[in-house]
């Protein structure tokens, strides 16, 4: 059985930094895509980064230049390192990988529980 669990999070003053980790145990054949979402107080939740097969990375508009997302394949492990963080950041965060449990079966997300982090001075 797969889990996604997340780590990191908090509260921060504006202008800080914050290091979000997540990390997929079980059967996992192969994760081609790594996604970050965030979704602040009413609002829809919405893709903040993602990492497709190959490497490529994307970032919404709003945190490009100020977040960046890294992985560690060898450990089934995603990281977003978010550096110069406004108040409009504050969202809960998730991660979403899409797993592929075996060579037949094709990739299914899988969400971590999602982390809080606050921006506020």
């Known amino acids: 059985q797969v889990q996604v669990v997340e780590s990191g999070g908090g509260s921060v003053q504006p202008g800080g930094s914050l290091r979000l980790s997540c990390a997929a145990s079980?059967?996992?054949?192969?994760?081609?895509?790594m996604d970050w979402y965030r979704q602040a107080p009413g609002k829809e939740r919405e893709l903040v980064a993602r990492i497709e097969p190959g490497g490529t990375r994307n970032y919404a508009d709003f945190v490009k230049g100020r977040f960046t997302i890294s992985t560690d394949n060898a450990k089934n492990r995603m990281y977003l390192q978010m550096d110069s963080l406004k108040p409009e950041d504050t969202a809960v965060y998730y991660c979403?990988?899409?797993?592929?449990?075996?060579?037949?079966?094709?990739?299914?997300?899988?969400w971590g529980q999602g982390t809080q982090v606050t921006v506020s001075s």
């Open positions: 979403k990988m899409n797993i592929r449990e075996s060579l037949l079966k094709g990739p299914r997300p899988y």
């Open positions: 079980g059967n996992i054949f192969s994760i081609p895509y």
